[in-house]
T-cell receptor
Framework: GAVVSQHPSRVICKSGTSVKIECRSLDFQATTMFWYRQFPKQSLMLMATSNEGSKATYEQGVEKDKFLINHASLTLSTLTVTSAHPEDSSFYIC???????????FGDGTRLSIL | GENVEQHPSTLSVQEGDSAVIKCTYSDSASNYFPWYKQELGKGPQLIIDIRSNVGEKKDQRIAVTLNKTAKHFSLHITETQPEDSAVYFCAASISVSQFYFGTGTSLTVIP
């Protein structure tokens, strides 16, 4: 089956640090990748949609300068949380999709804790 | 835009009983409906999906039904087991970049 790998699984760092999270589709080329944020006991909140070689599309209310997304290839997207603060602490999940009428395949998420 | 509602938010069943989770959507253009299972501390995993040209799909103990006229679809889990305990999300999709998730159902199977 389709596998999406997300690293790191857990990050604990000081306020002001920038943190990079990688999302890789291991056995398929992803036309589109998505980044979500999930608060405890809540649903997935879409942050941005990215396509290889083009700028990401951010959802309303998501700061593009704060959450930098780079989609360098059909199998790799990265999310960088710049100058992270405690309010950025959350569970971040990426997903990748092959094409139309296909499911999103999710990574196992990154638990980000900013002290 | 699309609006997906999911009920119930929590569900407890005895082991061996069936569990049913229901979702409704608002946009008739939605044509793909996946269901995901999310265990604690992990990302959602696809468990079953259905496309708009199909009314029902079954995979062992899991089945999904779709009523396009009423704009609702349901997940049915039969002979529930403790390992089925998790949070389940429905979703409706119009296109590659338009996925709308339900609010989730926390299922607890009591041994």
């Amino acid at each position: 089956g389709a596998v999406v790998s997300q690293h790191p699984s857990r990050v604990i760092c000081k306020s002001g640090t920038s943190v990079k999270i990688e999302c890789r589709s291991l056995d398929f080329q992803a036309t589109t990748m998505f980044w979500y944020r999930q608060f405890p006991k809540q649903s997935l909140m879409l942050m941005a949609t990215s396509n290889e070689g083009s700028k990401a599309t951010y959802e309303q209310g998501v700061e593009k300068d704060k959450f930098l997304i780079n989609h360098a290839s059909l199998t790799l997207s990265t999310l960088t949380v710049t100058s992270a603060h405690p309010e950025d602490s959350s569970f971040y999940i990426c997903s990748a999709i092959r094409g139309t009428d296909q499911p999103q395949h999710f990574g196992d998420g990154t638990r980000l804790s900013i002290l | 835009g699309e609006n997906v509602e999911q009920h119930p938010s929590t569900l407890s069943v005895q082991e061996g009983d069936s569990a049913v989770i229901k979702c409704t959507y608002s946009d008739s253009a939605s044509n793909y409906f996946p269901w995901y299972k999310q265990e604690l501390g992990k990302g959602p995993q696809l468990i079953i999906d259905i496309r708009s040209n199909v009314g029902e799909k079954k995979d062992q103990r899991i089945a999904v039904t779709l009523n396009k006229t009423a704009k609702h679809f349901s997940l049915h889990i039969t002979e529930t087991q403790p390992e089925d305990s998790a949070v389940y999300f429905c979703a409706a999709s119009i296109s590659v970049s338009q996925f709308y998730f339900g609010t989730g159902t926390s299922l607890t199977v009591i041994p």
